[in-house]
């Protein structure tokens, strides 16, 4: 009996080892993850092209990875680095591959799933997440990301949420089809009137985000509203009547009292607001396009507007009441030139920016 259970501990720590091994060869799985990228700007020349007129992009998975490679910069989180993402498409799902690094240790996280849109919001579903080999529960990685990413993202238990409204482009549809990802875009109206509309427009931008889906639904109506008919303002009260958000209820009273709400929070730079701040780089990729843009004008008071902001833009602080005296003086075939000219020139990643120089 002695000499068998001898023989049993050998194979028991035999065996334990073995699934260390293979644990750890399923969780280093693919840790070298790396994906050819050809780095070209096609997706923003389509996506100019769609917000000028209004339409459908159509994106390949080296559009998408091109911009990525383009704008990301590596990010660490509590001690993991996240060196790159990656996004594949596959039928009618996407096929996301980060990796990542911890304690000098590379690891490859990747998930698979849907796009969609959703109450008002442009949704990843995902089917599943992997940590090399290792399925993960989506439950754990979702509260993760709730805890890293709340200010960015809503996260609920079947996905990712984004708002369209927090996006420089109204979105209409979204959907994989033929490897390519369809996006329905909407012709983009830059706001040259500094109009009390757009004002509230921009506040409820900022709430809605916070609403619950009832509330969330009729503001999203409204914005919409407000975006084609700016000088309706009195009707939008109607229509956030049965909102029962405080916030909201505020930006509606002002409206009556005509004056901006501050309940909102709302980002318009006005000068009891101070001004707004952007960052190194997007200060000086900005500066390049408003210049390309200055180039296309021949208007010299069209051209002075454009470089009034291509100024701000490479100090790398913004304050449209600087710039707001000049686009008034503007004549309407003056503005529709220096709308032209911004369209064509800035990519859609830095709209917000350009639009928050012009109210």
């Not at 693919?30 to 209004?54: E, F, H, P, R």
């Not at 990301?72 to 996004?87: D, L, M, R």
């Not at 080999?133 to 990685?141: D, Q, S, V």
């Not at 009034?308 to 100090?315: E, G, R």
Request: hydrophobic share 40%.
């Amino acid at each position: 009996m002695a000499r068998k259970k001898k023989r049993k501990l050998p194979i028991f720590l035999a065996i334990i080892i073995l699934i260390i091994l293979l644990f750890g060869i399923m969780l280093k799985w693919n840790s070298g993850y790396t994906q050819s990228v050809s780095g070209s700007t096609n997706a923003y020349n389509k996506l100019k092209d769609a917000v000028i007129a209004g339409g459908t992009v159509s994106l390949s998975s080296d559009d998408i990875n091109s911009v990525i490679s383009n704008s990301f910069e590596a990010q660490t989180h509590k001690g993991v680095t996240i060196k790159n993402i990656y996004v594949n498409m596959s039928q009618n799902k996407l096929d996301i591959k980060i990796p990542t690094a911890y304690k000098g240790q590379n690891f490859l996280v990747s998930s698979t799933g849907k796009v969609a849109l959703k109450e008002g919001c442009i949704v990843y579903l995902p089917d599943s997440f992997k940590l090399g080999a290792i399925p993960l529960p989506k439950n754990f990685i979702l509260n993760k990301l709730k805890a890293m990413y709340s200010s960015k993202f809503t996260i609920e238990d079947d996905g990712i949420y984004i708002n369209k409204s927090a996006l420089p482009v109204t979105i209409n549809s979204i959907e994989i089809k033929d490897n390519n990802l369809n996006i329905g875009v909407e012709k983009l109206k830059l706001n040259l009137s500094n109009s009390k509309a757009a004002e509230v427009r921009d506040e409820l931008l900022n709430t809605v985000k916070n609403l619950n889906a009832s509330d969330k639904t009729k503001v999203e109506e409204a914005i919409k509203y407000i975006e084609n008919n700016p000088n309706a303002l009195n009707n939008i009260k109607t229509k956030l009547s049965g909102v029962s958000n405080s916030e909201i209820k505020k930006i509606v009273q002002d409206i009556d009292n005509g004056k901006p709400s501050d309940g909102g929070n709302s980002s318009i730079v006005t000068p009891s607001q101070g001004t707004k701040k952007i960052d190194t780089k997007t200060a000086t990729e900005l500066s390049e396009e408003l210049g390309e843009a200055a180039g296309k004008v021949k208007d010299s008071a069209s051209k002075a507007v454009i470089n009034a902001m291509q100024a701000q833009a490479a100090s790398g602080t913004i304050n449209s009441s600087l710039i707001l005296p000049q686009v008034k003086a503007l004549n309407q075939t003056q503005r529709d030139e220096v709308q032209d000219a911004l369209k064509t020139s800035i990519k859609p990643m830095y709209f917000a920016q350009v639009s928050s120089m012009l109210k």
